[in-house]
């Protein structure tokens, strides 16, 4: 077994491999990783992948290495647990936030995004990586989602995804030799029930598909999202330290980071990987900096929480076969929690003077809000929060 993380393709028999993105960015520097702790022993079964340059400097590769993170996880496993806490995947019908990895406001009463009937609105107190994302895709996006709660319909595209997601956390409960490709669709059925039951407006996805035809597909493409998963990681070589972890800390400034993390892998010597998957395809390289923005955000909050910079990130995408890592380094976190710094001051301001701008982009046709936004002629309900007047070159 190979002692370092290789930037290994797909297992024999992989999947199809359409803009493979891998930028493995520099090796932490300065971290304060546990002590003695080496680089994550590699995998095998995996062959090597191409590599060529990209404009960062970083290679690019169609798989990833695979730490083989036994349960031995040593300091780094017990400094993120004691801070956090694993939360069901069922939890992620709260948002339906499946794509996004975590339902970053389900855990803990009172985060934002989960509506509750019959509450007041209160100002935002947190941010995670599918708010922030909001309030850069559009503002006033921000403003439906969090501060007026404005119910969205489910797609069938996010729900499959918490249905995978739910079907991958649910495998690792089975012993290693019996995590297998037959094991893992069996769980699909049992997991859609599940999901129904947590969440019946999802039955309303098909409503109209009274001879189950499209049910049908729809369960199918889950199946092969499920198999092609084999073709890039092998479950019975990894035993992962959390699934669905959630993870808050509060920065010096007072702001308070959550989120929560798909699967935790902790190396015997104590690095750590943070694992994503994702059910859709891999970015263009020119747009990996924004897939990886999530998996910063969440390497900030580990770092926050006990000063150990994970030592991969890695996204998992099981709608192309790509895998895209990145190494990051103190650097790194430091720039990521500047911006989000930046981030919530925009935010906070415009929860003062309620002025939430919308930003059109080529998203906005798949927006369940245009009846609200004045860029398609509507208007948005009355703001629920105080005003705060704006002052010279504020608004």
């Known amino acids: 077994m190979d002692s370092s993380i290789e930037e290994a393709g797909p297992r024999a028999g992989g999947a199809d491999e359409t803009e493979p993105v891998v930028p493995a960015g520099p090796r932490a520097s300065g971290a304060a990783l546990p002590a003695q702790a080496g680089p994550v022993p590699s995998m095998g079964g995996a062959a090597g992948g191409p590599e060529s340059d990209v404009a960062a400097g970083g290679p690019v590769a169609s798989g990833a290495g695979e730490a083989d993170a036994g349960t031995g996880a040593g300091?780094?496993?017990?400094?993120?647990?004691?801070?956090?806490?694993?939360?069901?995947?069922?939890?992620?019908?709260?948002?339906?936030?499946?794509?996004?990895?975590?339902?970053?406001?389900?855990?803990?009463?009172?985060?934002?995004?989960?509506?509750?009937?019959?509450?007041?609105?209160?100002?935002?107190?947190?941010?995670?990586?599918?708010?922030?994302?909001?309030?850069?895709?559009?503002?006033?996006?921000?403003?439906?989602?969090?501060?007026?709660?404005?119910?969205?319909?489910?797609?069938?595209?996010?729900?499959?995804?918490?249905?995978?997601?739910?079907?991958?956390?649910?495998?690792?409960?089975?012993?290693?030799?019996?995590?297998?490709?037959?094991?893992?669709?069996?769980?699909?059925?049992?997991?859609?029930?599940?999901?129904?039951?947590?969440?019946?407006?999802?039955?309303?996805?098909?409503?109209?598909?009274?001879?189950?035809?499209?049910?049908?597909?729809?369960?199918?493409?889950a199946e092969r999202l499920v198999e092609r998963w084999f073709s890039l990681e092998d479950p019975t070589r990894l035993e992962p330290a959390e699934r669905e972890l959630f993870v808050e800390a509060e920065l010096e400034s007072g702001l308070r980071l959550r989120g929560i993390i798909d699967r935790v892998d902790v190396a015997p010597t104590g690095e750590v990987r943070i694992v994503d998957y994702k059910t859709g395809k891999a970015p263009r390289a020119e747009y990996a900096d924004g897939a990886l923005f999530q998996m910063k955000f969440y390497a900030l909050v580990v770092w926050r929480l006990k000063r150990v910079v994970p030592r991969r990130l890695q996204l998992v995408y099981l709608g192309s076969g790509d895998v895209l890592t990145y190494d990051p380094d103190l650097a790194d976190l430091e720039r990521v929690e500047r911006k989000l710094h930046a981030l919530w001051e925009a935010i906070s301001q415009a929860t003062r003077t309620g002025v939430w701008r919308p930003r059109p982009t080529k998203l906005c046709g798949w927006c369940d809000h245009q009846a609200h936004c004045p860029e398609f002629g509507g208007t948005p309900p009355p703001y629920p929060l105080p005003v705060v007047e704006s002052g010279p070159g504020v608004g």
């Open 75 to 221: 300091e780094a496993h017990a400094a993120i647990i004691s801070e956090a806490a694993p939360v069901p995947a069922a939890a992620r019908a709260a948002t339906g936030e499946a794509e996004s990895g975590a339902v970053e406001e389900a855990s803990g009463a009172g985060g934002e995004g989960a509506p509750v009937a019959g509450r007041v609105a209160v100002a935002p107190s947190s941010l995670s990586p599918s708010r922030a994302g909001d309030f850069m895709q559009c503002p006033l996006l921000y403003r439906f989602r969090v501060i007026d709660r404005l119910p969205e319909k489910p797609s069938e595209a996010a729900t499959r995804g918490t249905l995978v997601h739910a079907v991958l956390e649910r495998l690792f409960d089975a012993p290693a030799g019996e995590r297998t490709v037959p094991r893992a669709k069996a769980l699909i059925p049992g997991q859609w029930a599940r999901l129904r039951e947590s969440r019946p407006e999802v039955t309303e996805l098909f409503a109209d598909d009274p001879e189950g035809e499209r049910l049908a597909r729809w369960l199918a493409e």
